[in-house]
């Protein structure tokens, strides 16, 4: 798939804007390298991230990869899908969420922030466990910049780099140790993060769950603005996987 978009992001007419489908252009793009495929299923690693792209209208073949590169059983996500699923497959998840984008926030480094690197996937983890910021893995860090605020030297917040289609960058992972909110640590580590995507050119986007309205009014507050409203869902693969013919 081609995209047309001017360089304000704004689509062409009747051409997908590339943020409809910001797992498979970054999976296509940036982040090719961390590709598996199967068919037209593409998804990352399941060590990375639990993203992955169908078509958009998946026929009985993709479902067949799908299930292929899932396993038996398996339960998948699939972001943005607000279809029907084969007979066989299980609907275990249906969240609507939001996608915003860079519309004048206030971008500048911050200088409490420090860069999170491998050896620091431990911490990051229980940080994540007990702050439920969304699906943090073994190696997302490798996905792009983690910048993350310590006191006394732990961890207590973090923002950084997920999916990033060509031109625009997603900002996830934002979090802060209940004991150190009000602080306004995640407002500094999102400018942060916010500011290294702009120095590269590109522009800051992020998704949340429409459900969670204190965030999403954070994130307007520092210049963020609804793109477009999106689901989350998660199914289960059938228990015997069927060839097709």
Known sequence: MSYGTTQTGTPRSGIPHILDTPALASLTGPHAHFAERRGRVVRYPLDVSPWLALPDEPDADDWADLAALAGPGAEVPLPGYRGEVPDGWEITARIDGVQLVDDGVAAAPEPEAVRLGPADVPEILDLVERTRPGPFLPRTIEMGTYLGIRRDGALVAMAGERLHPPGWTEISAVCTDPAFRGEGLATRLIHAVAYGI?????????HAAAGNTGAIR??????????????????RAPERLVAVS
Do not use: D, V
């Open 198 to 206: 702009r120095e590269r050119g590109e522009t800051p986007f992020l």
């Open 218 to 235: 954070l994130y307007e507050s520092l210049g963020f603005r609804l793109r477009r409203r999106t689901a989350f869902a998660a199914a």
